[in-house]
Each structure stands twice: as C-alpha cells, then as structure tokens.
C-alpha cells in the first residue's frame, strides 16, 4: 500500500517534508488555505530535488515528483493519509484551530504531528478527543539535508504514538531525538537562541562588527560543530578529557554566563547593522539562489562526514 502523508500548511517547512517524504517514497499531499500556495509548493520542491539530483544526492528527482500533488481542501488532502504533519503558522491560536478541525476529521489510528519549533503540544491539543494521537515532530531547515528531528509528546501522548513518530523518522532517514519533558523552544532552538542573542549582544554593544561574529562561528565553533557536539569539543580540549576540562575552565563559563547578553531584546542598531552585513553579502532578490547554495554546501559536508 503506498503510504501518504498530508501536509496542512505548504510554505517552507512544508516543502521540506515533501522531499523527505517523497525521497523515501511516499506520497505527498499539500493543503495551504492561501490560494495557489499548494501548487507553487509542488514547484519550489521539485526545485530543490532538482538541485539534490545534480549533486549525486538523488538518483531521479522526476521519481520523487512523481509523488507530489497539491489539493483544495484540507478534506482531500487528509483523504487516505497514512500520517499527518501539520506545518501553519507559529501561535497557539492557529495550531489549535487546525488540531481541532483534523481531530474532528483524520480517523483515530493516524498520528498528527506539527512542525512547531517554540510551542509544546500541550498548548494547543488538551481539550481534544484524540489528544494521545497528537504530538511535536520539529524538523530542522532543510530537514533533508540536516536530519536532527525533535520529538517531543506531550504528557498525554501515547507511547504508541511516540514510538511511531521515532519509528518514522528513522525509516525517512532523519536523525530523531526524543524529549523526556516539554519545554518552551525544545533542545535545538533553546541552544541556538543562548548563542545567536549573544551574538546579536556583542553586535549591540560594539564589541565586533557583524561580519566579525559571523566570521567567528564559520571559521571557529562553526567547523567543530558541523562534526561534533560541544561535549565531544570539550572532551578533546584538555589532555585527560571533560573532567579534567571542567575542573579548568568551568569557573570561566560560570563567570562568563553571568555577564550574558542571552535574555536581551535585539537593539535596533544591532538589526540594522546585521541586516546591512547580509544585504551586502546577498541582495534580497539572490535569496532563493542562495538557499541552493547552502543546500550544495551541505551536501558536500554530508558527502564528507560519512566516516
Ligand atoms: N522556517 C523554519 O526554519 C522552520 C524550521 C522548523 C520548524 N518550523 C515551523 O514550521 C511551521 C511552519 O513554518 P514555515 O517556516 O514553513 O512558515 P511559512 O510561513 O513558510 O508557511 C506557513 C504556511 O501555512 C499556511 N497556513 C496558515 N494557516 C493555515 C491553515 N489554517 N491551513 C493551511 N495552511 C495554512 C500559510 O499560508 C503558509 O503558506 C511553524 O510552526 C514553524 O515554527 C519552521
């Protein structure tokens, strides 16, 4: 049986998972309540599987669009569907409005997942009937070149439907990890937000020009990150390992956390000076291009990394 997955909500995230999706051979269904979106969807992802064919990351990207369709309704969108991924805007309002409308509607086996990146299930699932089928399957962008994905149930998830989802993620070829309690932003954004406010604080206060803290995680943390995490990083920067790291340099991160610029607003200046650093890296209308690149960029790391 050719299993489908419908996509309620067809802009960025929404293409990410039909190439996931399609790449690993099921069918794609994607609904967008603005007009024409669904269909311009299936467009920018045959784009982008275009892009991995020419890099070798796909044997046939005619295949996989083969696979992709855009619907009217939400309805048919669900028609038939073997799993469900919600991917609309990022409030409570908005998911709970389409939680409630594909509770109604999806029959009870199917699971409903929903990209949100900050908002825990529990927000917006509570009061519905089949709140044990729903559950967060936060992907990274783009989720078929960065395979992290964020699995997080809220406490009224089943464990079937939590099973289910690591299962899934793990046959399409991402790299799930599962939350053992809800928190606001999960794991992924909670790190990136900590090192992005501080730097957007040095910006802010003067301490480096935009270009500089950019240069500093490209050419710096950057590098080691792309191939370990910041344990492992640790753990070879002292000759007897972590501990002995710890015992050296942890007073220097305590000192360090207290001055952070981590639960800062971003200053206008600091906006305006990031946003003139990346204009005159990439005009406005070179952006798409640009999402090709890093694309091609990742694909020579993943083509790298498999050792
Ligand atoms: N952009 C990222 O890097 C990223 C990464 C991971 C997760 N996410 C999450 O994925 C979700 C979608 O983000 P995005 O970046 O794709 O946003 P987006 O604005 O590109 O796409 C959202 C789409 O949902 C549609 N939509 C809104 N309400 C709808 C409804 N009721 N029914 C059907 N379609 C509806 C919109 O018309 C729009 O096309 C958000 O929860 C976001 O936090 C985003």
Request: net charge negative.
């Amino acid at each position: 049986m050719t299993k489908r997955i419908a996509l309620i909500g067809s802009g960025l995230i929404g293409c990410g998972w039909a190439v996931v999706f399609s790449r690993a051979g099921w069918d794609v269904a994607f609904h967008d309540i603005k007009p024409g979106r669904a269909d311009q969807a299936v467009e920018d992802t045959k784009a982008s599987l275009e892009n991995l064919e020419s890099c070798g990351f796909l044997e046939s990207a005619a295949d996989c669009a083969q696979h992709l369709f855009s619907v009217k309704s939400l309805d048919a969108a669900i028609e038939g569907a073997t799993f469900v991924q919600e991917n609309v805007l990022e409030t409570p309002e908005e998911k709970l409005t389409v939680f409630e409308e594909l509770d109604r509607k999806v029959p009870k086996d199917v699971t409903l997942g929903s990209s949100a990146s900050t908002i825990p299930a529990s927000a917006f699932t509570e009061q519905l009937e089949g709140r044990e089928r729903c559950i967060i399957v936060h992907p990274c962008n783009p989720p078929y070149l960065v395979p992290l994905v964020e699995i997080v149930p809220a406490p009224w998830t089943a464990q079937a439907t939590t099973d289910y989802c690591i299962k899934l993620m793990t046959d399409v070829n991402l790299v799930p990890i599962l939350l053992h309690k809800e928190m606001y932003g999960f794991v992924l954004n909670r790190l990136q937000v900590a090192l992005v406010n501080e730097a957007m604080h040095l910006v802010g206060k003067g301490v480096a020009s935009a270009t500089d803290v950019e240069k500093t995680l490209k050419n710096g943390l950057g590098l080691r990150w792309s191939f370990m995490g910041p344990f492992q990083t640790m753990d070879l920067a002292a000759p007897t390992g972590f501990k002995e790291y710890a015992t050296k340099f942890g007073h220097s991160y305590r000192n360090m956390g207290k001055e952070l610029g981590v639960a800062e607003e971003w200053s206008t200046d600091a906006i305006d000076q990031v946003d003139q650093f990346l204009r005159d890296e990439v005009p406005l209308d070179k952006l798409k291009e640009r999402g090709q690149w890093r694309d091609r960029k990742l694909m020579k790391l993943a083509a790298d990394g498999e050792d």
